[in-house]
């Protein structure tokens, strides 16, 4: 079993749309969970961090359940500059920082 | 905004030469690392570097692989004979926190 897995997509959505990903991983003992973005060919950037109680940053909201192990990441709003994939990314239990990525999830926002 | 650096962006080697990336981290960082990215892939941990020393090595970082922080502001990856299967985007990143990357070095094994 992968131990971050995503649904790779593609979603394609109009602008303005609302667009959930959803992410699982198989270590219930990870400590850190987060979602990046990557543009193409770019490094990857974070978006924001995600905890149990849930967060929001702007258009962004990010869900933990570590009972399911599983995060979610909801855009509103999409804009065209959202387009990118979007990476499920956490932090295994026993290492101090490393990241274990998912496979991303692609979005493109079409006008 | 500070950032993480890294030259070249892109290498080109032949198959069984040495090659050596490099990277300046965000200067009041503590924690380095390397990780990789096989075109089409996903971003894979290599090794991480505190304190003047390796903290932790994924299985694909074996003996071909090594880092070095030759001085206070560089932090180098070498892989000793390159292979094929090394193409890839090399990212650096760094942390105290929140781990930043640098853009990237993308390698080529021909």
Known sequence: ?111 | EPEVTQTPSHQVTQMGQEVILRCVPISNHLYFYWYRQILGQKVEFLVSFYNNEISEKSEIFDDQFSVERPDGSNFTLKIRSTKLEDSAMYFCASNLETQYFGPGTRLLVL
């Open chain 1, 1 to 111: 079993r992968k131990e971050v897995e995503q649904d790779p997509g593609p979603f394609n959505v109009p602008e303005g749309a609302t667009v959930a990903f959803n992410c699982t991983y198989s270590n219930s003992a990870s400590q850190s969970f987060f979602w990046y973005r990557q543009d193409c060919r770019k490094e990857p950037k974070l978006l924001m961090s995600v905890y149990s109680s849930g967060n929001e940053d702007g258009r962004f909201t990010a869900q933990l359940n570590r009972a399911s192990q599983y995060i979610s990441l909801l855009i509103r709003d999409s804009k065209l500059s959202d387009s990118a994939t979007y990476l499920c990314v956490v932090t295994p239990s026993g290492s101090a920082r490393q990241l274990t990525f998912g496979s991303g999830t692609q979005l493109t926002v079409l006008p």
